[in-house]
């Protein structure tokens, strides 16, 4: 038995509930009342994205939900001036850096870490310094991680998006050879001393052989619960994931 072979937590992104709220203006639905219902359900952490652009979360959201919340917040934003400003004067428990494009739908690919590395490292020392944990959101690519591990982030985020897209479009083989990638690496990462979360895309099709991985501790999932509640309830929805991973587990 390895000593990391702990309960998984389930990180509940609320982005696509503020998505909804921001489609009509106005507060509702309120992405916070989500989180709070999340964090009854059983979530371990809420997660939020405050996008340069404000498509969804917006400020008031995140100083809300730092007001609110039981739960760890994982502050996920772009290596921005701005962005840093925010979370220095939030100090959330963790800080996840995302590469952002306005024009993307969605956080598309990991971080370019490894032709940065000098930037990054100065960007996130006093994130650190003010003790937050710095999350890189990563592919799962050897380079990348190394190069995450050297400017000194705590936990790497594996990117699950291209796994997840391989499994809806029936191409199996990547899918296999993603999974496979994603297996080595969060290993590989374990093995620098890095703490390894994965997410983006997940759903309960493609959640268990992740949560498989016994370096895994943390999965980040969003826009499926957010619209499988529109069905089942936010609730019951959290509680399947968390069966399904708890089951991939033993
Ligand atoms: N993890 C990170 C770093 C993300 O950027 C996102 C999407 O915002 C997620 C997890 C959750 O992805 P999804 O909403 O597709 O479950």
Redesign the pocket.
């Known amino acids: 038995m390895t000593d990391y072979a702990g309960r998984l937590r389930l990180?509940v992104?609320i982005?696509?509930v503020a998505t909804l709220r921001n489609a009509r203006g106005g507060d509702l639905p309120d992405p916070v009342r989500a989180a709070q219902l999340a964090q009854e359900a059983g979530a371990d952490g809420i997660?939020a994205?405050l996008r340069e652009d404000r498509r969804h979360i917006i400020d008031s959201d995140i100083d809300r939900l730092m007001e609110t919340l039981r739960v760890p917040l994982n502050f996920?934003m772009a290596a921005t001036d701005e962005m840093q400003k925010i979370a220095l004067r939030h100090k959330p428990h963790a800080v996840?850096i995302?590469p952002e494009k306005r024009e993307e739908r969605?956080?598309e690919g990991g971080l370019e870490v490894a032709r940065e590395e000098n930037k990054l490292a100065g960007y996130i020392a006093p994130l650190r310094e003010a003790g937050c944990r710095v999350?890189i959101?990563i592919g799962a690519d050897e380079r990348q991680i190394t190069a995450a591990h050297r400017i000194g982030a705590q936990v790497i985020?594996l990117?699950t998006?291209a796994y997840?897209d391989a499994h809806a479009e029936g191409d199996f083989e990547t899918r296999d050879r993603e999974l496979e990638m994603m297996r080595e690496m969060s290993a590989y990462a374990h093995s620098l001393g890095l703490e390894v979360?994965a997410?983006?895309?997940?759903n309960y099709d493609t959640v268990a052989p992740v949560a498989a991985f016994p370096e895994v501790v943390e999965l980040?999932?969003?826009?499926?619960?957010?619209g499988e509640s529109v069905f089942r309830g936010l609730g019951p929805a959290i509680a399947e994931m968390r069966r399904l991973m708890d089951a991939a587990r033993v």
């Open positions: 990180g992104n982005d696509h997660t994205h996920e996840c995302v969605t956080t999350s959101f985020e990117h998006g997840c979360h997410g983006h895309g997940l980040n999932i969003g826009h499926f619960l957010i």
